[in-house]
């Protein structure tokens, strides 16, 4: 995630230093709580906050925990991570529902957090699980907030309440209480109130919320930061929590390139939990907030739970059937395969999901490079081709191909590395589709000795019996040979013999997976 890049890289260099020692000493453990010290004041990260978090990190450190442990460093990762969870707010908290409809949310914050977006966003993801929202206009100040939220509205494919046409025109706290009675007659369970902001915090700002706040009696008071706003995040939050009080904190912006210590610091300041983080402009850019996830990412461990998540709202589990059925029957064309590409983009950015995989923070400049316009350009290639040339792509002879490159504006080199590359993908899923085991390039079949060929029939020559001259001895060893398994002990990636074959659940979990992807 941008906003955490710098302080990841941080942490992530101080830790692989801390690696090369076997053993931790008091000196090494003030040297590592130093530099976290360092990063996250670098990072924004509120003073108190800091604080508290490396005097927790460094009691621990010197701790039992860490000395009787069989990698110290190791330990202190954990420590570190979960003290980070601590921090952003310990435990995953949900948006609470009233048990008589309709459940009125209040947004508030500052103008320019975010507030107007994030009701869009909010809207479509109620939509997705089953709620009829109603979006209320109660943003009567801002030059056109009305509009844009009417705009964001029907991009979210939510109703909308607007009586009045704002530009400094009505009255936000009535228009507020009329829209939580619109919603109840129009059988709405949830409303959704986006409120006005000022460019700093003021007395008006305040009274205006809480009337709001008093008229509506919500459900949930949603707080909006910005979350590249650094240090005076903080001071923010204390004056809205002071004068309006509210449930949950949204974080938005996450994917900006700011230092991000405003999410560090809101949730333990406040002590309200962080319910949702804005990744990014899309209205599908919205992520339930979940602590130990965050803390992952930012230790370069990974958010794979989260990528799986996308996964399984992305991908249609009836089609995952179908094409795992097509890749074990060698039925599977680029017909398939443009199928596949459109249900990846529907989980988003690429870029944002290799970042959730672990390690991947150490391969910065390759992800900074990665082109995501490169689906759309498979894609148009594919697109460009006949039916009957995508579900046989050997029919595909130079002519044709170069019908392809200029139809899809690419070059002949690029349509024939695509056909190249989903022969060999093909026949890869194919082989695993089966329950067998894919040969990478380079190292082999999987699973058998890394013995060449030509090795093994040398050594089979004979009929391998002892040669020994004592006929006692000949016969022990000759005796040894026959109780000797003829199975091949080695393996490909030098891990020795014993190592179990894959069982029946691990290749249908592999042959799941195959078919998702």
């Known amino acids: ?16 230093n801390l690696r090369t020692k076997g053993k931790l000493t008091p000196a090494d453990v003030d040297g590592t709580v130093r530099e976290i010290r360092r990063a996250l004041l670098d990072a924004d990260v509120a003073l108190t906050v800091v604080k508290e978090f490396t005097a927790k990190v460094r009691e621990r450190a010197l701790g039992d925990e860490v000395n009787r442990a069989l990698n110290p460093a190791q330990q202190v990762v954990q420590i570190v991570n979960e003290e980070l969870v601590a921090i952003l707010g310990g435990e995953q908290r949900r948006l609470e529902f ?49 509009n844009q939220l009417q705009v964001v509205a029907e991009r979210a494919g939510a109703a909308i309440y607007a009586p009045e046409p704002g530009n400094g025109v009505g009255d936000p706290v009535k228009v507020s209480k009329d829209g939580v009675e ?25 009274k205006q919320a809480a009337d ?60 309200r939990p962080i319910i949702f983080a804005s990744t990014g402009e899309n209205l599908e850019d919205l992520e339930p907030f979940h602590p130990d996830r965050m803390a992952s990412r930012i230790l370069d461990l990974g958010d794979i739970l989260t990528l799986i998540e996308q996964a399984q709202q992305a991908f249609d589990e009836e089609e995952a059937q179908k094409v795992a059925e097509k890749l074990a029957n060698e039925a599977f064309t680029l017909e398939d395969f443009l199928e596949q590409l459109q249900q990846m983009k529907k989980m988003g950015s690429m870029k944002k999901m290799l970042g959730m995989l672990p390690g991947m923070g150490q391969m910065k400049q390759q992800l900074d490079d990665f082109d995501e316009r490169e689906i759309d350009r498979t894609e148009a290639i594919i697109r460009s081709m006949t039916p009957a040339e995508r579900r046989n792509p050997k029919v595909l002879n130079g002519s044709r191909r170069l019908r392809i490159a200029r139809g899809s504006g690419m070059t002949v080199t690029d349509v024939n590395q695509l056909v190249q590359r989903f022969e060999q993908a093909a026949k890869m899923m194919k082989t695993v589709a089966r329950g067998g085991m894919p040969q990478i390039p380079g190292m082999g079949p999987m699973g058998k000795p890394g013995a060449s060929a030509k090795r093994g029939k040398k050594g089979s020559k004979g009929k391998g019996g002892s040669r020994s001259g004592n006929p006692a001895k000949r016969a022990a060893e000759n ?27 691990d290749l249908a979990d592999i042959q799941k997976l195959f078919g998702r992807g």
Do not use: C, W, Y
């Open 1 to 16: 995630m941008a906003t955490f890049g710098t302080l990841s890289d941080r942490l992530t260099e101080t830790f692989r």
């Open 98 to 146: 009233a048990k008589n409809p309709p459940t009125v949310i209040m947004l508030a914050g500052l103008q320019g957090s975010g507030k107007t977006t994030f009701a869009g966003k909010l809207a479509k993801q109620l939509e997705g699980e089953g709620h009829t929202p109603l979006l209320v206009a109660a943003d009567l100040q801002r030059p056109n907030a009305v």
């Open 182 to 206: 619109h919603a109840r007659r129009q059988q709405h369970d949830v409303v959704i109130i986006d409120t006005a902001g000022r460019l700093g915090v003021d007395a008006e700002l305040m």
């Open 212 to 271: 709001i706040r008093t008229a509506t009696k919500p459900d949930e008071v949603l707080f909006v930061i910005d979350a590249m706003i650094g240090q005076d995040a903080v001071n923010t939050a204390k004056a809205f929590q002071d004068g309006v009080d509210f449930t949950g904190v949204v974080l938005s912006k996450l994917d900006g390139d700011a230092r991000g210590g405003a999410a560090l610091s809101v949730a333990s300041v406040t002590g």
């Open 479 to 505: 005796a040894g040979l026959a109780g000797t398994s003829s199975t091949p002990t080695g393996s490909g990636f030098g891990l020795g013999g014993g190592q179990p074959a894959p069982s029946e659940t």
